[in-house]
């Protein structure tokens, strides 16, 4: 089983601030994916094949990486960038999941 | 539009079995892959398995074989799945998703409590 271990586990973030999210692999994955959930409601695809933007998805949002290491950033914090994201990965069974990071704002 | 519409809240007894709903709409149910996902209170999202509606096949995380059996009904265009010798560790809330860039599309979630 591949596990995504995912840093930080929680942080906050200042409007404007410039924020980056670290998913690190067991072993090497073709593509990392990236979920955001907010409080309450389904995890909304956000960023797909390591750096796809989801339909809907501000492009102050990027992510990038290859092998074990990839990243999402948002160039610019925003108040409703708020929320718990989640990498995923797909390369091999079973699929699994980051543990999660959440992003406050301050 | 593609959506997803999952079935009510559970309140289950340990070691009983419960049966829990996913009707697909917009889309067409055989041709793609639906996924299940599970999120224990407060904690991560958990990879469950796969059904192919179109031919039945499925496919499992190892953890929960035995647990977890997933079906498909495509006259109503309704993914099922099944949980059985329910426990504690089983209250946890169950999303169906679509694949498709992957996880394009999500259920609004099942909540299953297991309690006596």
């Known amino acids: 089983e591949i596990v995504l271990t995912q840093s930080p586990t929680t942080m906050a973030a200042s409007p404007g601030e410039k924020v980056t999210i670290t998913c690190r692999a067991s072993s090497s994955v073709s593509y990392m994916h990236w979920f955001q959930q907010k409080s309450g409601t389904s995890p909304k695809p956000w960023i797909y094949d390591t750096s796809k933007l989801a339909s809907g998805v501000p492009d102050r949002f990027s992510g990038s990486g290859s092998g074990t290491s990839y990243s999402l950033t948002i160039s610019s914090m925003e108040a409703e960038d708020a929320a718990t994201y989640y990498c995923l990965q797909r390369s091999s069974y079973p699929l699994t999941f980051g543990s999660g990071t959440k992003l406050e704002i301050k | 539009q593609v959506q997803l519409q999952q079935s009510g809240t559970e309140l289950v007894k340990p070691a009983s079995s419960v049966k829990i709903s996913c009707k697909a709409s917009?889309?067409?149910?055989?041709?793609?892959?639906m996924h299940w996902i599970r999120q224990q209170p407060g904690n991560g999202l958990e990879w469950i398995g796969w059904?192919?509606?179109?031919?039945?096949?499925?496919k499992y995380n190892q953890k929960f074989d035995g647990k977890a059996t997933l079906t498909a009904d495509k006259s109503s265009s309704t993914a099922y799945m099944q949980l059985s010798s329910l426990t504690s560790e089983d209250s946890a809330v169950y999303f169906c998703?679509?694949?498709?860039?992957?996880?394009?599309?999500w259920g609004q979630g099942t909540l299953v409590t297991v309690s006596s």
């Open positions: 917009g889309y067409t149910f055989t041709s793609n892959y």
């Open positions: 059904i192919y509606p179109g031919n039945g096949n499925t």
């Open positions: 998703a679509r694949d498709g860039s992957p996880f394009a599309y």
